[in-house]
């Protein structure tokens, strides 16, 4: 096997960021966060410890970074440019539904549910790193708004899914969906 020597570039670093955290994922769903090492994940990622503690510190650098990483049409719409007309604050909201009702995400609120009781401190990472900022990008296009359209936008849907009653929304779905709670929002009809 050919190895190549020297500094990684930007995108082997980005591949083995995402193995790590996808090998971290599978361990958190399988065997919860407690029970899941960095040994662990460093092996199944085929990667060191070292490499893991450098890039994300201690495990909940780790459930932190994957909970980071579904967030990212936030930073879709940065990369965009931030336009905050209303085709970009539906395409935003879309990417949100469809970003957090996936199964990954499904998998991370259903750990940290579990979790929480015996690791607080991971359930208020997991808030900041995930709801707090969706919220947060949202009130910078709708202020005050923005916690009753996240509320919206999760709802009885994401419920479902936690409770594994559906499967993920299409995209059409998710934007049929960020619509509907778009329209009632500016309607008032929250």
């Known amino acids: 096997m050919d190895t190549k020597r020297g500094r990684p570039t930007a995108a082997e670093r980005d591949r083995r960021r995402d ?20 040994e662990a994940i460093a092996a ?9 503690y450098a890039w994300f510190g201690d ?3 780790v459930l932190t970074a994957a909970v980071e990483r579904q967030h990212g049409y936030l930073l879709a719409v940065d990369a965009e440019g931030g336009d905050e007309s209303e085709a970009s604050l539906e395409d935003a909201t879309t990417r949100l539904v469809f970003a957090l009702h996936a199964d990954v995400s499904i998998a991370l609120h259903r750990l940290v549910i579990a979790e929480s009781p015996r ?12 709801p707090a900022r969706s919220i947060a990008f949202l009130a910078t296009h709708v202020g005050t708004l923005a916690e009753p ?3 919206l936008l999760l709802g009885e849907p994401h ?3 936690l409770l594994g009653l559906t499967s993920a929304p299409t995209e059409p779905a998710s934007r049929a969906h960020a619509r509907t709670c778009l329209e009632l ?5 929250y």
Do not use: H
């Open 19 to 38: 193995a790590i955290l996808d090998a971290a994922i599978a361990r958190f769903t399988d065997d919860g966060y407690g029970a899941t090492s960095i």
């Open 44 to 52: 199944d990622a085929g990667v060191t410890k070292r490499t893991i």
């Open 59 to 61: 495990l909940a650098g």
């Open 119 to 130: 690791f607080p401190e991971v359930a208020a990472a997991f808030y900041a790193a995930g």
């Open 149 to 151: 359209l996240y509320t």
């Open 159 to 161: 419920r479902r899914r």
């Open 185 to 189: 929002v500016a309607a008032g009809g």
